[in-house]
Protein backbone atom coordinates (compact mmCIF):
# COMPACT_ATOMS: atom_id res chain seq x y z
CA UNK A 1 0.00 0.00 0.00
CA UNK A 2 1.20 3.40 -1.00
CA UNK A 3 2.11 5.76 2.28
CA UNK A 4 -1.20 8.51 2.59
CA UNK A 5 -0.34 11.88 0.97
CA UNK A 6 0.10 15.29 3.09
CA UNK A 7 -0.33 18.73 2.22
CA UNK A 8 -0.28 21.89 4.58
CA UNK A 9 -0.64 25.64 3.81
CA UNK A 10 0.10 28.76 5.93
CA UNK A 11 -3.18 31.13 5.28
CA UNK A 12 -3.84 34.46 7.58
CA UNK A 13 -1.19 32.79 10.22
CA UNK A 14 1.97 33.56 11.06
CA UNK A 15 3.51 30.03 10.09
CA UNK A 16 3.48 29.20 13.90
CA UNK A 17 1.55 26.30 13.73
CA UNK A 18 3.90 25.30 11.08
CA UNK A 19 7.03 25.66 13.38
CA UNK A 20 5.09 23.80 15.83
CA UNK A 21 4.70 20.64 13.26
CA UNK A 22 8.78 21.12 13.57
CA UNK A 23 8.61 20.44 17.23
CA UNK A 24 7.73 17.23 17.07
CA UNK A 25 11.81 16.92 16.96
CA UNK A 26 13.17 13.23 15.82
CA UNK A 27 9.80 12.12 15.30
CA UNK A 28 9.59 13.91 11.89
CA UNK A 29 11.83 11.09 10.50
CA UNK A 30 9.15 8.93 11.54
CA UNK A 31 6.66 11.01 10.15
CA UNK A 32 8.68 10.93 6.80
CA UNK A 33 8.51 7.09 7.53
CA UNK A 34 4.65 6.93 7.68
CA UNK A 35 3.52 9.92 5.20
CA UNK A 36 4.54 11.65 1.65
CA UNK A 37 4.37 14.74 1.63
CA UNK A 38 2.51 17.13 -1.28
CA UNK A 39 1.92 20.60 -1.63
CA UNK A 40 3.59 22.08 1.64
CA UNK A 41 5.97 24.97 2.99
CA UNK A 42 7.72 21.91 4.17
CA UNK A 43 9.05 20.47 0.86
CA UNK A 44 8.41 23.48 -1.07
CA UNK A 45 6.11 21.80 -3.69
CA UNK A 46 3.82 24.83 -4.91
CA UNK A 47 0.93 22.94 -6.65
CA UNK A 48 -0.83 19.65 -6.08
CA UNK A 49 0.57 16.94 -7.82
CA UNK A 50 -1.61 14.04 -6.75
CA UNK A 51 -4.90 13.15 -4.40
CA UNK A 52 -3.96 13.91 -1.32
CA UNK A 53 -5.30 12.42 2.08
CA UNK A 54 -4.67 14.92 4.83
CA UNK A 55 -4.72 18.48 4.12
CA UNK A 56 -3.63 20.75 7.32
CA UNK A 57 -4.70 24.49 7.26
CA UNK A 58 -2.89 26.91 9.15
CA UNK A 59 -4.37 30.91 9.35
CA UNK A 60 -7.82 31.53 8.51
CA UNK A 61 -9.30 33.50 5.73
CA UNK A 62 -8.54 37.94 5.21
CA UNK A 63 -8.13 37.82 1.52
CA UNK A 64 -9.48 36.14 -1.66
CA UNK A 65 -5.91 34.41 -1.98
CA UNK A 66 -6.63 32.46 1.03
CA UNK A 67 -10.03 31.50 0.03
CA UNK A 68 -8.66 30.10 -3.27
CA UNK A 69 -6.32 28.19 -1.28
CA UNK A 70 -8.58 27.09 0.76
CA UNK A 71 -11.34 25.56 -1.79
CA UNK A 72 -8.39 24.20 -4.17
CA UNK A 73 -7.24 22.26 -0.39
CA UNK A 74 -10.76 21.21 0.09
CA UNK A 75 -11.20 20.07 -3.54
CA UNK A 76 -7.98 17.53 -3.48
CA UNK A 77 -7.63 16.64 0.31
CA UNK A 78 -9.58 13.86 1.24
CA UNK A 79 -9.50 15.15 5.38
CA UNK A 80 -9.03 18.87 5.95
CA UNK A 81 -7.95 20.20 9.90
CA UNK A 82 -8.10 23.56 11.23
CA UNK A 83 -4.78 23.47 12.52
CA UNK A 84 -4.82 26.42 15.48
CA UNK A 85 -6.38 29.37 16.74
CA UNK A 86 -6.32 31.19 13.66
CA UNK A 87 -7.49 28.97 11.44
CA UNK A 88 -10.48 27.57 14.17
CA UNK A 89 -11.53 30.63 14.72
CA UNK A 90 -9.95 33.80 12.54
CA UNK A 91 -7.21 34.35 16.07
CA UNK A 92 -5.10 37.71 16.16
CA UNK A 93 -5.77 38.68 12.71
CA UNK A 94 -9.74 38.50 13.30
CA UNK A 95 -9.15 41.58 16.27
CA UNK A 96 -9.87 43.69 13.19
CA UNK A 97 -13.26 41.92 12.79
CA UNK A 98 -16.04 44.30 13.62
CA UNK A 99 -13.87 47.66 11.97
CA UNK A 100 -14.40 48.90 9.28
CA UNK A 101 -11.90 47.28 6.16
CA UNK A 102 -11.56 50.79 5.29
CA UNK A 103 -10.97 52.17 8.73
CA UNK A 104 -8.32 49.54 9.24
CA UNK A 105 -5.91 50.42 5.85
CA UNK A 106 -6.94 54.35 6.95
CA UNK A 107 -4.53 53.21 10.09
CA UNK A 108 -2.15 50.72 8.52
CA UNK A 109 -1.34 53.08 5.52
CA UNK A 110 -2.22 56.81 6.27
CA UNK A 111 -2.93 57.87 9.56
CA UNK A 112 -1.16 55.59 11.83
CA UNK A 113 1.79 56.72 13.83
CA UNK A 114 4.03 54.71 12.35
CA UNK A 115 3.50 55.93 8.78
CA UNK A 116 5.99 58.18 7.60
CA UNK A 117 7.27 57.09 4.44
CA UNK A 118 4.05 57.54 2.43
CA UNK A 119 4.01 61.12 1.54
CA UNK A 120 1.29 60.30 -1.37
CA UNK A 121 -1.35 58.89 0.97
CA UNK A 122 -1.81 55.55 -1.64
CA UNK A 123 -3.74 53.19 -0.58
CA UNK A 124 -2.18 49.46 -1.86
CA UNK A 125 -4.72 48.51 -4.78
CA UNK A 126 -2.86 46.41 -7.41
CA UNK A 127 -4.82 43.69 -9.70
CA UNK A 128 -1.67 41.78 -8.56
CA UNK A 129 -2.57 42.03 -4.93
CA UNK A 130 -5.01 40.06 -3.13
CA UNK A 131 -8.50 41.65 -1.85
CA UNK A 132 -9.33 41.91 1.63
CA UNK A 133 -12.16 40.65 2.51
CA UNK A 134 -14.83 42.49 4.88
CA UNK A 135 -13.54 40.68 8.21
CA UNK A 136 -10.98 37.41 8.69
CA UNK A 137 -12.92 34.32 8.57
CA UNK A 138 -12.71 30.76 9.95
CA UNK A 139 -12.20 28.07 7.90
CA UNK A 140 -15.05 26.12 8.06
CA UNK A 141 -17.09 29.50 7.38
CA UNK A 142 -15.89 29.06 4.08
CA UNK A 143 -15.54 25.28 3.89
CA UNK A 144 -16.04 22.06 5.01
CA UNK A 145 -13.65 21.17 7.70
CA UNK A 146 -13.17 17.95 9.22
CA UNK A 147 -11.08 18.12 11.94
CA UNK A 148 -9.93 20.92 14.68
CA UNK A 149 -6.90 20.69 16.80
CA UNK A 150 -7.00 24.19 19.01
CA UNK A 151 -3.97 25.98 20.57
CA UNK A 152 -1.92 29.20 19.33
CA UNK A 153 0.34 27.07 18.23
CA UNK A 154 -1.15 23.30 18.64
CA UNK A 155 0.91 21.66 20.77
CA UNK A 156 3.64 19.46 19.16
CA UNK A 157 2.27 16.49 20.74
CA UNK A 158 -1.15 17.22 20.03
CA UNK A 159 -0.29 17.73 16.63
CA UNK A 160 2.03 14.43 16.34
CA UNK A 161 -1.00 12.04 18.73
CA UNK A 162 -4.19 13.66 15.78
CA UNK A 163 -1.85 12.65 13.06
CA UNK A 164 -0.50 9.16 14.06
CA UNK A 165 -4.42 8.13 15.27
CA UNK A 166 -5.53 9.35 11.26
CA UNK A 167 -2.77 7.49 9.87
CA UNK A 168 -3.06 4.24 11.71
CA UNK A 169 -7.22 4.46 12.54
CA UNK A 170 -6.58 3.83 16.20
CA UNK A 171 -8.71 6.02 18.50
CA UNK A 172 -7.22 9.18 19.59
CA UNK A 173 -7.16 10.23 23.28
CA UNK A 174 -6.25 13.43 24.38
CA UNK A 175 -4.83 13.87 27.95
CA UNK A 176 -5.90 17.18 28.97
CA UNK A 177 -2.60 19.24 28.87
CA UNK A 178 -2.80 19.10 25.06
CA UNK A 179 -5.86 20.91 24.33
CA UNK A 180 -5.28 24.82 25.04
CA UNK A 181 -6.54 27.61 23.40
CA UNK A 182 -2.94 29.93 23.77
CA UNK B 1 -30.02 16.01 62.97
CA UNK B 2 -33.18 16.01 61.07
CA UNK B 3 -32.45 18.38 58.91
CA UNK B 4 -30.10 16.38 57.09
CA UNK B 5 -31.41 15.50 53.50
CA UNK B 6 -30.64 12.48 51.44
CA UNK B 7 -30.51 12.59 47.80
CA UNK B 8 -28.39 11.27 44.96
CA UNK B 9 -26.30 12.33 41.91
CA UNK B 10 -25.86 10.24 38.95
CA UNK B 11 -26.99 7.35 41.47
CA UNK B 12 -24.04 8.08 44.44
CA UNK B 13 -25.74 8.63 47.72
CA UNK B 14 -25.07 11.70 49.24
CA UNK B 15 -25.98 13.52 51.95
CA UNK B 16 -25.99 17.80 53.27
CA UNK B 17 -27.99 19.78 55.35
CA UNK B 18 -31.82 20.48 53.71
CA UNK B 19 -32.02 23.56 51.95
CA UNK B 20 -28.16 24.30 50.98
CA UNK B 21 -27.94 24.80 46.93
CA UNK B 22 -27.24 21.37 44.92
CA UNK B 23 -24.02 22.96 43.81
CA UNK B 24 -22.59 23.63 47.46
CA UNK B 25 -24.64 20.18 48.79
CA UNK B 26 -22.82 18.18 45.79
CA UNK B 27 -19.37 20.15 46.62
CA UNK B 28 -19.60 18.89 50.37
CA UNK B 29 -19.89 15.50 48.80
CA UNK B 30 -17.31 15.34 46.73
CA UNK B 31 -19.15 16.17 43.36
CA UNK B 32 -18.25 18.95 41.26
CA UNK B 33 -20.46 20.58 39.45
CA UNK B 34 -19.79 23.24 37.21
CA UNK B 35 -20.83 27.16 37.13
CA UNK B 36 -19.72 30.51 35.87
CA UNK B 37 -21.93 33.12 37.45
CA UNK B 38 -22.04 31.52 40.60
CA UNK B 39 -19.65 32.49 44.22
CA UNK B 40 -19.70 31.78 47.13
CA UNK B 41 -20.92 34.42 49.65
CA UNK B 42 -23.41 36.02 46.91
CA UNK B 43 -26.93 34.98 46.32
CA UNK B 44 -27.05 32.52 43.55
CA UNK B 45 -29.12 33.62 40.26
CA UNK B 46 -29.10 30.88 37.54
CA UNK B 47 -28.26 33.38 35.34
CA UNK B 48 -25.20 31.36 32.69
CA UNK B 49 -27.12 27.80 33.50
CA UNK B 50 -23.75 26.30 32.86
CA UNK B 51 -24.61 24.33 36.05
CA UNK B 52 -27.90 22.94 34.81
CA UNK B 53 -28.93 19.45 36.53
CA UNK B 54 -32.46 17.16 35.39
CA UNK B 55 -34.20 16.81 38.28
CA UNK B 56 -37.33 14.06 38.01
CA UNK B 57 -37.09 15.00 34.15
CA UNK B 58 -37.05 18.75 34.37
CA UNK B 59 -33.61 20.96 33.76
CA UNK B 60 -32.55 22.84 36.48
CA UNK B 61 -29.96 25.33 37.82
CA UNK B 62 -27.88 23.48 40.36
CA UNK B 63 -27.30 27.15 42.05
CA UNK B 64 -30.40 28.07 42.98
CA UNK B 65 -32.19 25.15 43.41
CA UNK B 66 -32.14 23.72 47.22
CA UNK B 67 -31.67 20.33 48.14
CA UNK B 68 -34.55 18.07 49.15
CA UNK B 69 -34.51 14.71 51.50
CA UNK B 70 -34.50 11.89 48.41
CA UNK B 71 -34.13 13.79 45.60
CA UNK B 72 -32.75 12.20 42.52
CA UNK B 73 -30.31 14.47 40.69
CA UNK B 74 -28.89 13.63 37.32
CA UNK B 75 -25.79 15.73 36.42
CA UNK B 76 -22.91 13.59 34.21
CA UNK B 77 -25.19 12.54 31.62
CA UNK B 78 -24.18 13.19 27.87
CA UNK B 79 -26.75 15.30 27.09
CA UNK B 80 -26.57 17.32 30.06
CA UNK B 81 -22.59 17.64 29.31
CA UNK B 82 -23.40 18.52 25.96
CA UNK B 83 -25.99 21.42 27.15
CA UNK B 84 -23.30 23.25 29.14
CA UNK B 85 -21.04 22.61 26.37
CA UNK B 86 -22.97 24.81 23.98
CA UNK B 87 -23.66 27.32 26.61
CA UNK B 88 -19.38 27.51 26.85
CA UNK B 89 -19.86 27.84 22.70
CA UNK B 90 -22.04 30.52 22.99
CA UNK B 91 -20.65 32.43 25.38
CA UNK B 92 -17.03 32.20 23.21
CA UNK B 93 -19.04 32.90 19.70
CA UNK B 94 -21.27 36.00 20.97
CA UNK B 95 -17.90 38.47 22.68
CA UNK B 96 -14.77 38.45 21.37
CA UNK B 97 -12.18 36.14 22.90
CA UNK B 98 -8.78 36.19 21.68
CA UNK B 99 -6.85 33.70 24.57
CA UNK B 100 -3.93 33.72 22.50
CA UNK B 101 -3.98 37.41 23.51
CA UNK B 102 -5.67 37.53 26.51
CA UNK B 103 -4.00 38.38 30.39
CA UNK B 104 -6.64 35.85 31.90
CA UNK B 105 -5.46 33.02 29.60
CA UNK B 106 -5.41 30.06 31.96
CA UNK B 107 -6.85 31.36 34.84
CA UNK B 108 -10.12 31.67 33.10
CA UNK B 109 -13.42 30.10 34.02
CA UNK B 110 -14.75 30.31 30.70
CA UNK B 111 -11.74 29.02 29.01
CA UNK B 112 -11.16 26.32 31.46
CA UNK B 113 -15.29 24.90 30.72
CA UNK B 114 -13.73 25.04 26.44
CA UNK B 115 -10.81 22.69 27.97
CA UNK B 116 -13.15 20.77 30.74
CA UNK B 117 -15.48 19.77 27.62
CA UNK B 118 -12.99 19.26 25.23
CA UNK B 119 -14.57 22.24 22.62
CA UNK B 120 -12.40 22.15 19.60
CA UNK B 121 -14.73 24.54 17.57
CA UNK B 122 -17.99 25.70 18.90
CA UNK B 123 -20.99 24.85 17.11
CA UNK B 124 -22.06 28.35 16.30
CA UNK B 125 -21.15 30.94 13.92
CA UNK B 126 -18.66 33.67 15.70
CA UNK B 127 -20.53 37.10 15.27
CA UNK B 128 -17.45 39.38 16.32
CA UNK B 129 -18.77 42.04 17.94
CA UNK B 130 -17.39 45.94 17.98
CA UNK B 131 -16.95 46.52 21.48
CA UNK B 132 -15.44 49.03 23.45
CA UNK B 133 -12.17 48.58 26.15
CA UNK B 134 -12.56 51.15 28.83
CA UNK B 135 -9.03 52.26 30.32
CA UNK B 136 -9.90 55.57 32.27
CA UNK B 137 -10.06 54.44 35.40
CA UNK B 138 -6.36 54.72 37.31
CA UNK B 139 -5.93 50.61 38.46
CA UNK B 140 -8.13 48.88 36.16
CA UNK B 141 -8.58 47.92 32.82
CA UNK B 142 -12.84 46.91 31.92
CA UNK B 143 -12.61 44.90 28.29
CA UNK B 144 -16.32 44.68 26.66
CA UNK B 145 -14.74 42.15 24.25
CA UNK B 146 -14.57 39.25 27.18
CA UNK B 147 -17.74 39.73 29.32
CA UNK B 148 -20.14 37.32 29.36
CA UNK B 149 -22.15 39.76 31.91
CA UNK B 150 -22.22 37.17 34.69
CA UNK B 151 -22.84 40.25 37.49
CA UNK B 152 -20.53 38.67 39.84
CA UNK B 153 -18.17 41.95 39.96
CA UNK B 154 -21.71 43.90 40.15
CA UNK B 155 -22.71 41.64 43.35
CA UNK B 156 -19.48 41.29 44.69
CA UNK B 157 -17.49 44.62 44.32
CA UNK B 158 -18.54 47.60 46.46
CA UNK B 159 -17.29 50.17 48.67
CA UNK B 160 -18.12 51.22 52.13
CA UNK B 161 -21.95 52.26 51.73
CA UNK B 162 -22.58 48.98 49.76
CA UNK B 163 -22.41 50.97 46.64
CA UNK B 164 -21.37 48.76 43.47
CA UNK B 165 -18.53 49.75 41.48
CA UNK B 166 -19.90 48.40 38.16
CA UNK B 167 -23.22 48.40 36.65
CA UNK B 168 -25.45 47.25 33.46
CA UNK B 169 -25.70 49.75 31.43
CA UNK B 170 -27.97 49.85 27.98
CA UNK B 171 -30.23 47.08 26.94
CA UNK B 172 -31.02 43.97 24.67
CA UNK B 173 -27.72 43.93 22.71
CA UNK B 174 -26.52 46.87 23.45
CA UNK B 175 -26.44 45.86 27.45
CA UNK B 176 -23.14 46.05 29.04
CA UNK B 177 -21.72 46.05 32.57
CA UNK B 178 -19.59 49.07 33.25
CA UNK B 179 -17.25 50.67 35.57
CA UNK B 180 -19.44 53.69 37.55
CA UNK B 181 -17.19 56.90 36.14
CA UNK B 182 -17.81 58.23 39.32
CA UNK B 183 -16.88 55.24 41.78
CA UNK B 184 -13.80 54.28 39.39
CA UNK B 185 -11.82 57.18 39.77
CA UNK B 186 -11.73 57.01 43.70
CA UNK B 187 -11.37 52.75 43.43
CA UNK B 188 -7.62 52.01 45.39
CA UNK B 189 -5.55 49.37 44.02
CA UNK B 190 -6.94 46.20 46.92
CA UNK B 191 -10.70 46.86 45.17
CA UNK B 192 -9.12 46.93 41.48
CA UNK B 193 -7.64 43.20 42.75
CA UNK B 194 -10.60 41.89 44.55
CA UNK B 195 -12.61 42.72 40.94
CA UNK B 196 -10.08 41.26 39.03
CA UNK B 197 -10.78 38.45 40.81
CA UNK B 198 -14.26 38.27 41.19
CA UNK B 199 -14.47 38.28 37.26
CA UNK B 200 -14.75 34.60 35.73
CA UNK B 201 -12.85 36.05 32.86
CA UNK B 202 -10.36 38.64 31.38
CA UNK B 203 -12.79 41.42 31.45
CA UNK B 204 -11.40 43.06 34.57
CA UNK B 205 -7.97 43.50 34.35
CA UNK B 206 -5.77 45.09 36.91
CA UNK B 207 -3.50 47.58 34.71
CA UNK B 208 0.44 47.04 34.99
CA UNK B 209 -0.31 43.06 35.52
CA UNK B 210 -0.81 41.28 33.03
CA UNK B 211 0.69 37.49 31.64
CA UNK B 212 2.15 37.97 35.71
CA UNK B 213 2.24 33.74 35.84
CA UNK B 214 4.58 31.43 33.21
CA UNK B 215 2.54 29.09 31.13
CA UNK B 216 2.62 25.92 33.40
CA UNK B 217 1.95 27.45 36.37
CA UNK B 218 -1.34 29.23 35.63
CA UNK B 219 -4.30 27.74 37.71
CA UNK B 220 -6.21 25.35 34.64
CA UNK B 221 -2.91 24.69 32.69
CA UNK B 222 -2.49 21.00 33.96
CA UNK B 223 -5.63 20.67 36.14
CA UNK B 224 -9.14 20.98 34.71
CA UNK B 225 -11.48 22.95 36.83
CA UNK B 226 -13.09 21.22 39.18
CA UNK B 227 -10.12 19.13 40.52
CA UNK B 228 -10.21 20.94 43.71
CA UNK B 229 -13.29 19.56 44.34
CA UNK B 230 -12.95 15.87 46.20
CA UNK B 231 -14.02 14.28 49.82
S1 LIG C 1 -11.59 35.81 28.90
FE1 LIG C 1 -11.08 33.66 28.97
S2 LIG C 1 -12.10 32.78 27.18
FE2 LIG C 1 -12.03 35.01 26.89
S3 LIG C 1 -10.15 35.41 25.76
FE3 LIG C 1 -9.61 35.56 27.92
S4 LIG C 1 -8.89 33.50 28.44
FE4 LIG C 1 -10.01 33.32 26.55
S1 LIG D 1 -16.87 42.04 34.08
FE1 LIG D 1 -16.47 39.93 34.58
S2 LIG D 1 -17.55 39.65 36.55
FE2 LIG D 1 -18.37 41.51 35.65
S3 LIG D 1 -20.17 40.83 34.52
FE3 LIG D 1 -18.47 40.87 33.06
S4 LIG D 1 -17.67 38.76 33.10
FE4 LIG D 1 -18.95 39.01 34.93
Redesign the interface.
Known sequence: MSKPVIATTSLAGCFGCHMSILDIDERILQLFDLVEFNKSPIDDIKKFTKPVDIGIIEGGCCNSENVEVLKDFRKNCKILI?LG?CA?????P??R???PVEECLHEAYIGGPTVQLNTKHILPNDDELPMLLD?VY?C??IVK?D????G?PPRADLIWDALVALITGDPLK?P??L???? | MSNLAKFKIDGVECMAEAGKFIVEAARENGIFIPTLCNMPGVKPQGACRVCTVRINGRLMTACTTPIGDGMEIESNKPDLIDIRKSIVELLFVSG???????EK??DCEL?AL??LY?????RY??D????EVDASSPYIIKDQNRCIMCKRCIKSVKDEEGRSYFAFHNRGDKLEVVLDKVLGESMDKQTAEKAMESCPVGSILVKEKGFAKP?GTRKF????IGSDVKL
Not at chain 1, 88 to 92: A, H, N, Q, S, Y
Open positions: SEIMGGLALNGIKPHEIYYLPCLYEIKFD | NHFCPACSGQGYQMMVPPYFPLRIDRKP
